[in-house]
């Protein structure tokens, strides 16, 4: 049976919640104990899928097709341990959930309440999956006093009392902040914001202080006292160069061993932290650097390419240089030159997207690094550009486009290269689709198997010809113009199991030209970087060497 943390958060939103839940997960996974990490968010969305990037950062697809918050990948990059739909849940799943269950009549006429009857479900979703880790890391989204956090609270305040005591403890973050005319660290927002968790009948077991400056050991005996906690339990989270340094400026902090000891688990296993150091090791000690062109729509939030930023970062492990990411607006150059934008990078990226804005200028991207002999990787919407732009400019198809661009608009403008799927093979069903459904969860979602051509550049970086990558979209390319594009050169390399759907393209006479219509940056990891980015970068070395 799992032992409980449950991570909450205090006095300002953004404090690194996600990032320390994470961090504390590697350290509990490097003292031999297992561990799956969970996210409660308080929004009323069902989930983040139709959650404009600017809301609320990226949507991190599961295998089993969830579309969660950035903070899942945060937990997988970490950990390692695949997320799953059971490991995220938000107010709007929870209150869908009870209303579904009362017009089926299962409270057998009862009057529906929050409390029992929503703060018992969310008491539900945290015991699936119990026996299978040694501790259940649960962080709830948002910030301690919301009002649409109080279930959420609530429900776990519940759930301590229905475990035995001993197995559930609460982590709980807070600011220090440094008022620079007194020269002093101020305690007080910590202390109010314990107060308010106190009102509610939680009491934390351990304060994580983030800080700009250190802590004095008087400030951690203040916080300590009138917090009523440990003053060893009083951590310091520092501002780091990388998250990666975060799982070991934790340790040397005391957050691993403040938690054994919260649970009286002694004595207890020593860490091994090999993996860490090596980590570390890679990003501060480069054998030089390359510069990389994110050219995307949502440049503005860096979150909203949060899995691709840190996939380049751990390709840059993989090669022991430093990838610098500049993000370039693909509005800037939807009628003009891009070489002005694109000139000096040894490598482009076109990640996914929605909707036709910018899609001109990721297009103009391709072709940039196609004639250039840039190297290029494609995602999802990625992919779609490089194959238009190829039919537009060498398959003799002027107006080639995509079918999401006419359905936006309303008109019929585009040869649709790119259609809109309507059906699809998930398992051992069919799934159907039609353009009119509604936008939450209809998309072709998580993991599918694809099939890598013999000989090709991909099944090379693979070291395979059978691959399983995690998909999020609902347009693709039309393999009906197939012995168009690679009659002029452009290869289908990789393909659904029954041939249908193109997952992969690349140029067979470009140095690195490849495009995918899953999002392999989804699986990357520190300690294990995407075989596909791992390449990437590589390639962006060695164009780094002919500038």
């Not at 961090?23 to 404009?52: C, E, H, I, W």
């Not at 009857?117 to 999956?129: A, Q, R």
């Not at 099944?459 to 594009?485: C, F, M, N, P, W």
Request: with cysteine; aromatic share 8%.
């Amino acid at each position: 049976m799992a032992r409980y943390i449950f991570i909450t958060g205090g006095v300002v939103s953004s404090l690194g919640k996600g990032l320390a839940s994470a961090a504390l997960g590697a350290l509990l996974q490097a003292r031999g104990f297992s561990v799956r990490l969970r996210k409660l968010d308080p929004y009323l969305n069902v989930d983040p899928g139709t959650m404009s990037p600017f809301e609320h950062g990226e949507v991190f697809v599961t295998d089993d097709g969830a579309e969660t918050d950035l903070d899942l990948g945060h937990y997988e990059r970490f950990t390692g341990v695949p997320a799953r739909m059971s490991d995220s849940v938000s107010s709007g799943r929870i209150y869908s959930d009870v209303l579904e269950k009362e017009r089926r009549g299962d409270y057998l006429g009862k009057t529906i309440q929050v409390v029992p009857h929503v703060t018992n479900e969310i008491k539900e979703f945290l015991l699936v999956g119990e026996d299978e880790a040694d501790f259940m890391l649960c962080e709830i989204g948002g910030t301690v006093g919301d009002i649409e956090g109080l279930p959420f609270f609530e429900a776990i305040r519940q759930f301590t009392h229905d475990k035995p005591r001993g197995q559930c403890i609460f982590m709980h973050l807070t600011l220090l902040p440094y008022l620079a005319a007194s020269g002093e660290l101020k305690t007080k927002p910590t202390q109010h914001s314990v107060k308010e968790l106190q009102s509610i009948g939680i009491a934390p077991d351990i304060l994580v202080c983030r800080s700009e400056h250190p802590i004095p050991d008087k400030e951690r005996e203040k916080i300590a006292l009138f917090c009523n906690v440990r003053k060893e339990a009083v951590i310091a989270a520092y501002d780091l160069k990388s998250i990666y340094e975060a799982p070991l400026a934790y340790h040397h902090e005391g957050l691993d061993q403040a938690v054994l000891d919260a649970f009286s688990i002694s004595p207890a296993p020593k860490p091994d932290l090999t993996v860490w150091k090596d980590v570390v090791d890679r990003i501060h000690h480069t054998d030089g650097e390359v510069n990389i062109a994110i050219v995307g729509k949502y440049v503005q939030l860096e979150d909203a390419y949060k899995s691709i930023k840190e996939a380049l970062t751990h390709g840059g492990m993989a090669n022991r240089v430093r990838v610098n990411v500049e993000w370039v607006d693909a509005e800037v150059f939807d009628s003009e030159d891009p070489a002005p934008h694109l000139e000096g990078f040894h490598a482009i990226l076109v990640p996914g997207g929605f909707g036709e804005r910018g899609t001109e200028g990721k297009i103009k991207a391709a072709e940039f690094a196609r004639t250039r002999k840039i190297p290029y990787l494609g995602i999802c919407l990625g992919m779609q550009m490089a194959v238009i732009e190829a039919a537009r400019n060498l398959a003799d198809l002027p107006d080639a486009g995509s079918e999401e661009f006419d359905h936006e608009s309303g008109k019929k403008r585009f040869t649709p290269v790119v259609y809109h799927l309507k059906e699809w093979v998930q398992g051992n069903e069919k799934v159907k689709r039609k353009p009119g459904d509604d936008k939450g969860g209809t998309m072709r979602l998580g993991a599918y198997n694809a099939t890598l051509t013999e000989g090709s550049k991909v099944a090379g970086i693979y070291g395979s010809t059978a691959i399983d990558e995690r998909h999020r979209h609902r347009y693709e390319v039309d393999t009906k113009y197939r012995k168009a594009l690679e009659d002029k050169g452009l290869k289908f390399s990789g393909m659904s199991p029954d041939g249908r759907l193109p997952e992969i393209v690349e140029w067979a006479d470009h140095p690195w030209f490849i495009g995918v219509q899953f999002h392999p940056e989804l699986k990357s990891k520190p300690f294990a970087p995407h075989p596909l980015f791992a390449d990437f970068v590589r390639a962006a070395v060695e164009n780094s060497r002919l500038v």
